[in-house]
Nanobody, 123 residues
Framework: QVQLVETGGGLVQAGGSLRLSCAAS????????VGWFRQAPGKEREFVGR????????YYADSVKGRFTISRDNAKNMVYLQMNSLKPEDTAVYFC????????????????WGQGTQVTVSS
C-alpha cells in the first residue's frame, strides 16, 4: 500500500505562490497516475490536476489552468504542485492521491490518499 505525505502548505497573500510536495512511501508504477485534489470548508472534494507516471502527461481543472503546474521526480517518488497567482478561492486543504489505473481525475477512482495540507490565501 502506497503511503502519501503532503507538505508545503501555509498562509500566503493573494497573488503569491506556494509549492506543495507529495512524497510516496514506495515506487509509483508506470501505470499509475497521481492527482491533486482540494476541499474547502463545506464543499466537496474537487479535482485540481493530475500527472501520469509513465510519460508525465498533465491535465488540469479549468479553475487552475495556467496558474498551477504539476511535475514529478520519478527517482524520488515525488510529485509537486506549483501554485502561482493564488486567489482567496484557492483556500482549501490540498490532497495528493494515487490512481492505480492511471486516471486520478475523480476522487472515486483514487486508491491511496495523503492526509492533506492546508493552503490559505488572504485577500
Amino acid at each position: 500500500q502506497v503511503q502519501l505525505v503532503e507538505t508545503g502548505g501555509g498562509l500566503v497573500q493573494a497573488g503569491g505562490s506556494l509549492r506543495l510536495s507529495c512524497a510516496a512511501s514506495e515506487r509509483i508504477f508506470s501505470t499509475y497516475a497521481v492527482g491533486w485534489f482540494r476541499q474547502a470548508p463545506g464543499k466537496e472534494r474537487e479535482f485540481v490536476g493530475r500527472i501520469t507516471w509513465n510519460v508525465g502527461s498533465t491535465y488540469y481543472a479549468d479553475s487552475v489552468k495556467g496558474r498551477f503546474t504539476i511535475s514529478r521526480d520519478n527517482a524520488k517518488n515525488m510529485v509537486y504542485l506549483q501554485m502561482n497567482s493564488l486567489k482567496p478561492e484557492d483556500t482549501a486543504v490540498y490532497f495528493c492521491a494515487v490512481d492505480r489505473l492511471g486516471s486520478a481525475i475523480s476522487p472515486e477512482s483514487c486508491d491511496y490518499w495523503g492526509q492533506g495540507t492546508q493552503v490559505t490565501v488572504s485577500s
